[in-house]
């Protein structure tokens, strides 16, 4: 694929756009809060200097390339990032996404979803997955109102925080191709069984 990178998308609440230097205090409120960032591989943000690193590592450097979907979720009214939501190039074009939690349980990460993904469809990715951690169902209950269908749990410890997670891995096929798995996690992990209810 070779698109326009993070193309600027619009729902009925929100605006989905590129992060810029001028969100750094945004990008820090998102990723400093420990509860946010529970269950995601990094630690909080303790310092707008690492915010400024974040920025550059995370955003501006996939900026760059040819194609890129890494979204900062900001609200129509006034366009500040409260979030973010991306999807990576590589093989498993994994869907990650994070929000300020005084904006949880108001659907704008399904919302933001939906959009991003009627613009992967449009650009020809034929699949995306997501993985959420057992102890956060909520997150895979996103995963389900995308359409994302649930595939099977493996064990993974997880980096850098040093931890033994089990993930649910869920899959959405773009193409049609409906009896595609992605297998990767699958294969690596010596723990891995699919849940009969989920």
Known sequence: MNFENTPTLETERLILRKFTENDLEAIFAIYCDKEVN???????????????????DKYAKVYREPCGYQYAICLKK??????????????????????????????????????????????????????HDIHNPRSGGVMKQLGMKYQYSYEEQWQPKNILVTFRMYQLNLDGQNERIYKKYWDKSLVRFKEMEI
């Open 38 to 56: 529970t269950y995601l591989p990094w630690f909080p943000l303790k310092s707008m200097e690492e915010a400024r690193v974040l920025f550059e």
């Open 78 to 131: 006034d366009n500040v990032p409260i979030g973010y939501i991306n999807v990576s190039t590589d093989d498993s074009h994994d869907l990650g996404y994070g929000l300020r939690k005084e904006f949880w349980h108001q659907g704008i990460v399904t919302e933001a979803g939906k959009a991003v993904i009627k613009q992967l469809k449009k650009d020809g990715m034929a699949y995306i997955t997501a993985t």
